[in-house]
């Protein structure tokens, strides 16, 4: 009896995982920052976008309710040549770092909606879930080559004028955004999306907390650790370190419909 009822229950199971309308798809678009250097205003966020891609997969739970994954990458930047600030000009710095990030959550649909209709289904949605990010901030140096910022210690990471070790490029964050979808025609689904992640880390830009004393810099790292025309600068602020730093994704997703049905319930076994 109690096989019977276990065979029964992983057949009910394989019944419902068969059942369930997966969605995969690619994501082009845009990825920001927003941190310690340059502006710090939304819209000019927005404005510094540079190209993201990604692909996505959905498991429609419920025409309200989807579990997303997803893996994208993209580049983010900031400048202090671009912020109205006229300290953060005269501070001068700035970064690139390429993002390489991996999040899933729940997707949730404000109506209705389905892929797999011959009419028109379209939604507003929500999204929340969990991130793992790798990133590795750089700049140019006067000969104009991309150097890696971490190994360096612009703040005296890992030297005695500072208490921290090196930062790790490795970190979590929690992703969370909206968006608006639409389907096209039977298989295809179009949507428009903006999400951000809120980072556990303050270095995705390199800056966190204050200047070191440079006498425990090595030449490179004192070059990038005050590039600008500030002088007498030991101690004080270089950062933000109360506030960590956040980077986003905007663009559209196109998916593609995958459903496979049980064609009829499979016949009880006599045990």
């Known amino acids: 009896m109690i096989k019977k009822i276990l065979i029964t229950a992983?057949?009910?199971?394989?019944?419902?995982?068969?059942?369930q309308k997966h969605e995969l798809g690619v994501f082009i678009g845009g990825s920001g920052y927003l941190g310690d250097i340059g502006d710090d205003q939304i819209g000019e966020v927005l404005s510094h976008q540079s190209p993201a891609i990604?692909?996505?997969?959905?498991?429609?739970?419920?025409?309200?309710?989807?579990?997303?994954?997803?893996?994208?990458?993209?580049?983010?930047?900031?400048?202090?040549f671009s912020s109205?600030?006229?300290?953060?000009?005269?501070?001068?710095?700035?970064?690139?770092?390429?993002?390489?990030?991996?999040?899933?959550?729940?997707?949730?649909?404000?109506?209705?909606?389905?892929v797999r209709r011959h009419e028109i289904s379209y939604s507003p949605f929500v999204f929340a879930g969990f991130s793992f990010f790798s990133f590795n901030p750089q700049a140019k140096n006067k000969q104009g080559k991309w150097v890696d910022l971490q190994s360096i210690g612009t703040e005296g990471q890992g030297t005695l004028t500072s208490n921290k070790g090196k930062y790790d490029l490795t970190s979590w964050a929690i992703p969370f955004g909206l968006g608006y979808k639409?389907?096209?025609?039977?298989?295809?689904?179009?949507?428009?999306?903006?999400?951000?992640?809120?980072?556990?880390?303050?270095?995705?830009?390199?800056?966190?907390?204050?200047?070191?004393?440079p006498k425990h810099l090595?030449?490179?790292?004192?070059?990038?650790?005050?590039?600008?025309?500030?002088?007498?600068?030991v101690g004080k602020t270089r950062g933000n370190p109360n506030l960590n730093d956040w980077y986003n994704f905007t663009g559209i997703t196109i998916t593609y419909k995958i459903t496979n049905k049980l064609k009829q319930c499979p016949r009880a076994l006599q045990l």
């Open 54 to 80: 990604g692909f996505i997969h959905k498991v429609n739970l419920h025409e309200h309710l989807s579990l997303r994954s997803s893996i994208q990458t993209g580049l983010i930047k900031g400048s202090d």
């Open 10 to 19: 992983l057949l009910f199971i394989s019944g419902v995982s068969l059942a």
């Open 218 to 233: 090595t030449e490179e790292a004192v070059e990038f650790s005050n590039p600008g025309s500030i002088d007498d600068v």
């Open 84 to 114: 109205k600030d006229p300290n953060q000009q005269a501070r001068n710095l700035s970064f690139q770092s390429k993002i390489f990030d991996f999040s899933m959550g729940l997707e949730f649909n404000f109506y209705e909606f389905t």
């Open 182 to 213: 639409a389907n096209v025609g039977d298989k295809l689904g179009l949507s428009i999306e903006w999400t951000w992640r809120a980072t556990k880390t303050d270095y995705l830009d390199d800056v966190s907390s204050y200047y070191p004393d």
